[in-house]
């Protein structure tokens, strides 16, 4: 990951400190990525350092090698040149964050978040609602309860298992209504056929029976209207 890395080598016996000391960070191709600095020359124990920076995965990630050339004991043997075992710097954090369920409007104060990234080897999931950070998480959903009414602003990040952590997630919106819709005003009105006299006494002919009502919020298309 980004940081300062210190490295120490160890030799079989004590080296001349004032022989040339060579050592790099090498790709498979023994190209050198960057050289280290300064060492702490201690006998047989030398010690140095070197900086992975932010914002340079392109040069520096991948499969790498510390390579030491030149050097020599005090009776003057030069040093082999030699190659570390393999190791990998990985300072790209994860991207492609998505949302893979996106609900908008939920009747209960649960919600469960499901998520990924293209990280493979992502560690954790940070959680936040309304900027606040809620938990964190290995798994890719996670459930939040006691959300209260109203609309709330969700959104995630992604770490890796070196702790490469990724810039935010696109917001999810989602409101929560706990409330059941009421009527706000309604009016009846009979539209008849006509109007049937029978000696003193008038009945209304067939028709239809109207009813209109206004309610306080949108009625769902599917609801069952019963009367």
Do not use: C, M
Not at 64 to 88: K, P
Not at 139 to 150: H, K, N, V
Not at 167 to 192: A, E, M
């Amino acid at each position: 990951a980004t940081g300062n890395y210190l490295v120490t080598f160890y030799f079989n016996e004590a080296l001349d400190t004032d022989v040339d000391f060579s050592v790099a960070v090498v790709d498979s191709q023994q190209d050198i990525i960057t050289n280290l600095g300064e060492f702490s020359r201690s006998g047989s124990s030398w010690s140095g350092s070197y900086t992975v920076p932010a914002g340079q995965a392109s040069l520096y990630d991948g499969q790498r090698y510390l390579q030491i050339s030149q050097g020599s004991d005090l009776a003057g043997n030069s040093l082999s040149t030699y190659t570390s075992q393999v190791f990998t710097i990985d300072t790209a954090a994860p991207s492609g964050l998505s949302w893979t369920a996106s609900p908008t409007l939920e009747r209960d104060s649960l919600l469960t978040l499901q998520f990924s990234s293209n990280e493979l080897t992502a560690a954790s999931y940070y959680i936040y609602k309304d900027d606040s950070f809620v938990a964190s998480t290995n798994a890719s959903s996670y459930l939040i309860s006691q959300i209260s009414e109203g609309t709330h602003q969700f959104k995630f990040e992604s770490a890796d298992t070196l702790g490469n952590r990724s810039v935010p997630s696109d917001t999810l919106g989602v409101t929560f209504d706990f409330t059941p819709p009421s009527v706000i005003s309604s009016t009846v009105q009979w539209n008849y056929a006509d109007l049937i006299r029978q000696g003193s006494n008038y009945y209304l002919g067939p028709g239809n029976l109207r009813f209109q009502a206004s309610y306080s919020e949108t009625i769902s298309a599917n609801a069952a209207l019963v009367g």
